[in-house]
């Protein structure tokens, strides 16, 4: 009897088309591998550059915010050596071809170049690397709200040199790459062999063994340790239907129910979480309460305080007949301030007196009530003629009250200070500064006199220091103008920058005539349109004296 074509087993021919099949499989994953290592490769190598690129960035901006505080200083104190060791620093770094450092004028205060680097694709370096090679950072000083321009730093780094580190990490890494590519596709002929080629092989032997007529009398029998696969799984998943179906319903009403039971808890902790919530805003308007309470308590205790340190100024009526004019205007940059100002008559002589101690506020304040004191102690016990003497005992009784002639001091803080002694006798005007300046109209002209360059009481200034007389004469009509910093250190116009003493000496030239009154209601009217929306930087007094003649 003949045996029907159908009923017999696969020819095995089909086993060497698989063989075949797997050659080729073979073939095109290696090449699949290669173009992945190939892909892998160029991923790699923009990824680098991607990453230096970025280093070059964040170094760059590292190096100019490590300097950013030397730099500011250098450029607001239009210090060139400040700004030369600024420049030098950045220049330490190779990858660095130029160095600039200007004021807010555009002035260059530091400068410092390289040689350019040589390099084969100048073209390529210059698209590579151009963009990110330009650094800059404006410079900024910093207030309490306000911040203003006085500098900038530049940095250009030179894209030659960018340029040969990265075809030198390139070099390197293409080497490592091409080992990497060939160990990657060892490995993945050899893993696509052990889990694909020989698996089908033997699901291939096993399919030729199965008898076309009654494929169902005799299941293919899986090979070893595959039950698992992508092969077993397609028996085993048709006779489990049925099973998951019904495990998918059960799983469902467990679910169903695991919900509920959330919800339910849910809003249990809703409900526990509202009540927490209630009671911490309970708290807080409590601690509100406490905070306002608190508050309330210390604007009073400063506003009185405000009291004691308006008493402690002294009456300019006490002046009058001793001076043709006199005028004050003392502005504390909060309720009360770190300046204080002293006028007194000793017989021929009137003694006026402007100081500007560390800080303001509450810390001002108590300054100056130190100050008051001495210098009070000073002029009715030490003498009151020569101005230089006031300043230097002035000096060393404050670093004695404050303890900062000793190197364990607690604190660093002192004064600037300016004092005139105006003797009616001799038609002259005695003046001795520490920081803080004399300004003199006369015959329609402004003339400044410069104080010493030094502060009082401060830990560094030298308990014997001592200071420069400069004598005057007094000239009918003559006026005399004395100032702290706060003054000039309002910042605004239209640019933002400091009022300064030449806006200062021009503002008071053309008002040398009026009468001092009225020059101080224009001089801070002045100042309050300089400054516009932006915020008082620090205590204000301005004095203006126009002494008698002989």
């Known amino acids: 009897m003949t045996v029907p074509a159908s009923s017999s087993p696969l020819p095995i021919r089909h086993i060497g088309t698989f063989r075949g099949l797997s050659f080729k499989q073979a073939v095109a994953t290696l090449v699949i591998a290669l173009g992945l290592g190939a892909a892998s490769g160029f991923w790699d190598l923009s990824a680098d550059y991607q990453r230096m690129r970025r280093e070059v960035v964040e170094v760059a901006k590292a190096d100019l915010a490590l300097v950013r505080g030397t730099a500011v200083e250098a450029a607001y104190m239009l210090s060139h050596d400040l700004a030369g060791e600024v420049v030098s620093g950045l220049a330490l770094d190779p990858m660095v071809a130029e160095v600039r450092l200007t004021d807010n004028f555009g002035d260059l205060l530091g400068e410092t170049r390289r040689p350019p680097g040589v390099t084969a694709f100048p073209r390529l370096a210059e698209r590579l690397f151009g963009d990110v090679a330009q650094h800059s950072l404006m410079l900024q000083t910093r207030m309490k709200d306000s911040a203003s321009d006085v500098g900038k730093l530049e940095l250009r780094l030179d894209p030659a040199l960018l340029l040969g580190r990265y075809l030198d990490h390139v070099t390197a890494s293409a080497a490592s790459g091409a080992a990497r590519t060939v160990i990657l596709c060892l490995l993945v002929v050899a893993v696509f062999y052990g889990l694909i080629t020989k698996p089908l092989l033997k699901v291939g032997h096993a399919i030729a063994k199965v008898d076309p007529a009654r494929p169902g009398a005799s299941l293919i029998e899986l090979p070893h340790r595959h ?18 179906s019904q495990r998918g ?19 249990l902790r809703v409900q526990e979480r509202t009540h927490e919530l209630e ?7 409590r601690a509100n309460a406490e905070l306002e309470k608190a508050n309330r308590f210390i604007s009073d205790g400063i506003r009185y305080a405000s009291r004691i340190q308006t008493a402690l100024l002294p009456d300019t009526a006490a002046l009058e007949g001793a001076v043709d004019e006199f005028t004050v205007g003392w502005r504390p940059f909060d309720i009360v301030g770190g300046d204080y100002y002293w006028t007194g008559i000793f017989g021929d002589k009137t003694v006026v007196a402007v100081m500007d101690c560390t800080g303001h506020g509450v810390p001002g304040a108590f300054m100056t009530a130190v100050v008051s004191s001495i210098l009070a102690r000073i002029l009715h016990h030490h003498g009151h003629d020569d101005p230089a003497v006031i300043l230097a005992l002035l000096n060393f009784l404050v670093k004695s009250a404050l303890r900062q002639d000793r190197a364990d001091a607690p604190a660093d803080d002192g004064l600037d200070a300016a004092i005139c002694v105006f003797d009616r006798a001799r038609g002259v005007a005695t003046f001795a500064g520490a920081n803080l300046p004399l300004m003199v109209w006369s015959d329609d002209q402004m003339k400044v006199i410069r104080g010493d360059r030094r502060s009082l009481g401060y830990r560094d200034s030298p308990p014997d220091a001592t200071f420069a007389c400069h004598e005057v004469p007094i000239t009918p009509g003559a006026t005399f103008y004395l100032y702290t910093d706060g003054l000039i250190d309002q910042m605004g116009g239209p640019n933002h920058r400091l009022f300064g003493r030449r806006r200062l000496l021009e503002t008071l030239t053309g008002l040398g005539s009026l009468p001092l009154e009225l020059q101080k209601e224009r001089l801070f009217a002045t100042l309050d349109a300089w400054r516009g929306d932006q915020p008082c930087r620090d205590d204000m007094t301005f004095i203006a004296i126009r002494p008698k003649a002989r």
Not at 227 to 240: F, P
Not at 280 to 285: I, L, R, S
């Open 227 to 244: 039950e698992g696969d992508e092969l077993g799984l397609l028996v085993s998943n048709v006779n489990a239907l049925l099973a998951e």
């Open 249 to 267: 319903l059960d799983g469902r009403d467990t679910a169903e129910g695991a919900l509920a039971a959330l919800a339910r808890d849910l809003e």
């Open 279 to 285: 009671q911490q805003k309970a708290g807080v308007e």
